[in-house]
């Protein structure tokens, strides 16, 4: 006798193939909505750097709704910091457009090395 039980699955049936509806999270909205740049990396990262948290988040279903809280966090902090950057450093009136653009995208390489730094590789 076999200790295991047989798992019944619901399927779905999209252009005459079923496929099973199978969830990886304690929370389904975690599994349907996708996943943000930072969220991404953050599930990369997990994957190959750290398998054993990786591990224990996806057993606990927890993985998902971790890399969302990342995500938005990430997202949260990268705006604050550019806001920040750019109170310091404003941007001189007589600056052209690609000056402005070379602004904004330093502002946003600062932003996103401390992002990944204190939020999604942590």
């Known amino acids: ?3 295991f039980k047989p798992v019944e ?3 779905e049936e999209v252009d005459g193939i079923l496929y099973p509806k199978i969830h990886i ?4 909205n975690d599994d ?4 943000g740049k930072y969220g991404r990396m953050r599930l990369i ?8 948290v ?17 995500n938005s966090e990430a997202n949260e902090m990268a705006m604050l910091i550019e806001k920040q950057y ?5 941007i001189p009136k007589d600056c052209g457009f690609m000056d402005r653009v070379g602004y904004y995208n330093t502002a946003r ?10 939020v999604v590789y942590k």
Request: charged content about 35%; glycine content about 4%; proline content about 6%.
């Open 1 to 3: 006798m076999s200790k």
């Open 86 to 90: 750019f109170k310091k450093n404003p």
């Open 25 to 28: 999270s304690n929370d389904v």
């Open 9 to 11: 699955l619901e399927y």
């Open 45 to 52: 990262y997990l994957k190959e750097y750290k398998p054993y």
């Open 54 to 70: 990786y591990r224990e988040l996806f057993i606990n279903g927890e993985l998902m709704a971790n890399c969302h809280r990342v």
């Open 32 to 35: 349907e909505r996708p996943l």
């Open 109 to 118: 390489g600062v932003a996103e090395e401390v992002v990944l730094r204190e």
